[in-house]
């Protein structure tokens, strides 16, 4: 059983056809997350689910997400997620990843996506240092 570490990013689809903002190697930021693969770099706006109530929550209600916007749901501890789909209004994609920040479902295994959240002893990708 593959275990999980953040575990949604939604209205992807765009960005990965190569829509979404580049992404560089600047500083990481805890409202932006970067994906890249063998397919290109995207950057996305993300919210962040990081609580019990956020990710509770999700995206229920909402009406509309942009392209390259989605909401990263973060976990205390590796395990294995599941999600309810109640009162969700707009079509989403999700991201299933690994503790290192691998994609495993939606885009081909070994996309590799970096956000603060991520530990950067063991993350594919790491943050730069920001110092």
């Given amino acids: 059983m593959t275990m999980w570490r953040a575990a949604s990013i939604v209205a992807l689809c765009g960005a990965l056809m190569?829509?979404?903002a580049r992404a560089g190697e600047?500083?990481?930021?805890?409202?932006r997350l970067d994906l890249r693969g063998d397919w290109g770099m995207a950057r996305f706006s993300v919210e962040?689910?990081?609580?019990?109530?956020?990710?509770?929550?999700?995206l229920m209600q909402r009406e509309s997400l942009g392209a390259s916007e989605g909401m990263l749901f973060l976990?205390?501890?590796?395990?294995?997620p599941s999600f309810w789909m109640k009162n969700t209004l707009i079509p989403l994609d999700m991201i299933f990843v690994t503790p290192e920040g691998v994609v495993q479902?939606?885009?081909?295994?070994?996309?590799?996506?970096?956000?603060?959240?991520f530990d950067a002893e063991i993350a594919a990708w790491p943050c730069p240092d920001p110092k």
């Fill in 75 to 80: 976990y205390p501890k590796v395990g294995s």
């Fill in 48 to 58: 962040l689910a990081d609580d019990a109530r956020s990710r509770a929550r999700g």
């Fill in 105 to 117: 479902h939606v885009h081909e295994p070994g996309s590799e996506l970096r956000h603060p959240g």
């Fill in 26 to 31: 600047g500083l990481c930021a805890p409202d």
């Fill in 18 to 20: 190569g829509t979404g």
